[in-house]
């Protein structure tokens, strides 16, 4: 039909929590173009390869991770002409949480990885249009915690609700009320599920341990508002 041709690739937004920060994964390119600058991780779609695959595929070059460790889902396609000098390219973008990954280590065309905060990341240029695909995986970091268990997603397997309430308050970039947010996520139906176990990692008195519920819907929402 004479339509040019086209690569596919797949990039990560792979987002973490480091002490006090929200990070993202990213990589020094090695090679051209865009050589010696900052982009999220990723690479071409191989010829026997589903998206997912690639995307998990990627993402355990770059972590280390293997598939499974991870919560990871399709984030949006981005198909803008002139978005890579090499050719037409059109990118599918993973968004991938984890809590305290490891140090990163850099992939075959990769210089380096570093975790970044996030916050300093709104003056920093990133290559590609790999900026506003950052924007689009954090901002949907943050609106999903406002109606679905994302939030449990950066905790450990068994965690208590001042952790979780940590979370909110490092990916929304604010501080919220103790009370009230333990009100809200203990009448969250279906979110938290009690172990029967405590523990005093957080200082004070013993805290009760959760894991995640079964419920994939929050009511009532948590809204940022």
Known sequence: MGHPPFAVTVDLVV?????????????RRGIPPYEGEWALPG???REDEDLADAARRELAEETGLAAGTVHI???AGYGAPG???RMRVVTVAYLALAPDLPVP??????AEARWAPVRSLRTERLAFDHDRILLDGVERARAKLEYSPLATAFCAP?????ELRRVYELVWDTRLDPRNFHRKVTGAEGLLEPTGRTTT???????RL????AAEVLYPPMLRS
């Open 43 to 45: 690479g071409f779609v």
């Open 158 to 162: 068994e965690f208590t609700v001042a």
């Open 73 to 75: 889902e399709q984030l």
């Open 83 to 85: 978005r890579d000098p």
């Open 201 to 207: 990692r957080d200082g004070g008195r013993p805290a």
């Open 210 to 213: 959760y894991r995640r519920g």
């Open 105 to 110: 280590r850099a992939g075959t065309d990769a």
């Open 15 to 27: 987002l973490t929590l480091t002490g006090d920060e929200l990070c993202a994964l990213l990589v």
